[in-house]
């Protein structure tokens, strides 16, 4: 029904429940439909194949890495990579491919958990101010605004050094809680658009109460752009949590990639000209974060139809090049 | 002016509630600050300041006042810009290091940030003029991937080659050893480059953000009516897109400039540090690091501030390239 709607030709309603013309053929093939579309985008494809190979590497960690990898080893320090130590070793003699790979868990975890606590605030808070509005509504845009504006790694860098004990669920928390406002604008902002469509009136007039309208109908209906904002929120926590470690402020007795930063980073290494204990882990962190920014960039693009890179738009250069300069400047003749 | 007048009113709130967070962090967390504090300093040393007790607990708490009385006090400090002396620069007030850090890190970001805002708007600029062409099939995935680059890593990166090998830049300190701060060209030549890479990593971190917000909104404003009109009337393409197309386009890129600040100030913390360079961010880490928390907790106070005057300088600009601000 909304799929005829005349209104639902604007960007944010093409989102996603009316990208689905062609699942008639396909009704059979349980592929998720979402799915497929992010495939077919090559930016999203790259991305996700990027963060798969992480995920992977995660899992088989412990197969491919020494058994203590914060072990010293006097008698094999400050190595440049080599077969034996693939990524080179430590000043302490640690073996650093060891770190990177089990280092990997640590960030997805984190990353995700973070990502998912700050996703389910913003949602929730912005999605319920978006339809209910009035005074709830104005202290949710006044805290969001006021959270974008304050500095957020200063604060985490503050409210960490007040912390004793910096464990995996403290970091979460706080991490989550100072980056909840990044989303919670644009999620606002959707619920804004949808909140007079046919489906969510027909359901205030059948009486269903708030939560089940924000819950059970705005919710579904803005699925992906609360899963691009799950990524985003995923991304810069896993940033945010590895410079907290590279800064000496954040769980610096887990293995990953910030704390093994923060060890090349504190004996100066990096002056001595040994590149391999920064570059190794720093390399992991830009990959998967490069990962998540594609599968954020193939989102938008599927959603908002305008930002693509047609063919046709290749074609138009093309021809532009080739035999258009008649038509493109005409003024060249006056 | 009601807008200008209600975004006044949001900075109020917003400084007000910055200040509120940092008087209850340390109030809210597990622990005991102060006696982690106090630890750094000899009884001597407290006895050669009476009232700095009291100073640090109302920064702080852990004395005997109420919570009110505390907030009351603290605020009055505030306004007096009185956090006491910095525990690990003793006897310096923390108002004094404050004022020797910050004027590097305001010339730091202040620097990147514009040159950042102009590249990234040219590039995206282009990039959506020429869609799939040469700047957008190369220059922007290059400065989205550098933006998605952790600043950190980006700025050991530059330290390495840039720097330790390449030899191009000074990679360690604000000025070369033995030169004392002061208005004279050795030092002011010697400062500017010992900023070349810091700012060099600071831009290449926030271009993207530019890059990406101006050419999504140029690739809607391409669509528009009069530039159609302009291409139909034969103006000279260039013309077509700076005059036509990029004036209008350039406008709304310029909301995003309180989220990329804000994050381009928080980055310092990293840049600084690698680079040694003494600026408010790599202080910041110091002091947390020495639970130095007085000066820690000012110079938060500090960055939040800097990042609302900026937004507000943003905001008066805003209103003044924008008349629908101004007739609303």
Known sequence: MSQLDPISLDPIALDLPVAAPGRGRHRRVRVPGWLVLLLRNPKSCTGLAMVGFVVLIALIAPLISVDHPNDFNILATRQAPSWNHLFGTTDQGSDIFSQVVLGARRSLLLGAAAGALATALAAILGITAGYVGGVFDDIVVFL???????????????????????????????????????EARILRAQALSLKNRDFVLAAKAAGEPTSRIVFGELVPNMISR??????????????????????????QSVTSWGVTMYWAQTNSTVLQGEWWPFFFPGAALAFTVLGLVLVLAGIDEVSNPRLRTERAGRRRLFGRLVGGRAVARPETTS | MPWLARRLLFYVFAIWVALTINFLLPRMMPGDPIAGLLAHLNPSQLA???????????????????????????????????????????????????????????????????????????????????????????????????????????????????????????????????????????????????????????????????????????????GEDYVTMAHAKGLPDRRVMTRYAGRNAILPPLNGFAPLFASAVGGLAFVEYIFSYPGA???????????????????????SLCVIVANLIMDLLNFVLDPRLRTN
Not at chain 2, 284 to 296: E, R, T
């Open chain 1, 144 to 182: 969001t605004n006021v959270f974008l504006t304050i500095p957020a790694i200063p604060l985490l860098i503050v409210a960490s050094g007040y912390l004793k004990s910096r464990g995996t669920g403290t970091m979460v928390l706080v991490i989550a809680l100072v980056l909840w406002a990044f």
């Open chain 1, 226 to 251: 609360i899963a691009a904002a799950f990524v985003l929120v995923f991304y810069i926590a896993l940033l945010t949590d590895a410079g907290l470690e590279f800064l000496g402020l954040g769980d």
């Open chain 2, 48 to 222: 050669a300041n009476p009232g700095l007790v009291q100073t640090y607990q109302a920064l702080l708490g852990g004395g005997d006042n109420s919570i009110w009385q505390d907030y009351v006090t603290y605020l009055g400090r505030i306004v007096h810009f009185d956090f006491g002396l910095s525990t690990s620069n003793y006897p310096t007030p923390v108002s004094e290091v404050i004022g020797r850090t910050l004027p590097y890190s305001i010339f730091l970001v202040g620097v990147a940030f514009v040159l950042a805002f102009v590249l990234g708007t040219a590039i995206g600029m282009l990039a959506a003029w020429r869609r799939g062409g040469a700047v957008d099939n190369v220059m922007v995935p290059t400065f989205m991937a550098l933006g998605a680059f952790p600043a950190f890593f980006t700025a050991l990166l530059a330290l390495y080659f840039l720097g330790l090998k390449a030899e191009w830049f000074p990679i360690q300190h604000a000025y070369e050893t033995g030169l004392s701060p002061g208005f004279n060209w050795t030092f002011l030549s010697s400062a500017f480059r010992h900023s070349q890479l810091p700012i060099l990593v600071v831009v290449a971190t926030f271009t993207g953000g530019w890059v990406l917000n101006m050419r999504t909104v140029m690739i809607n404003t391409i």
């Open chain 2, 281 to 303: 961010g790599y202080t910041l880490q110091q002091a947390v690091l020495g639970n130095d928390y007085p000066l820690a907790q000012a110079l938060l106070v500090v960055l």
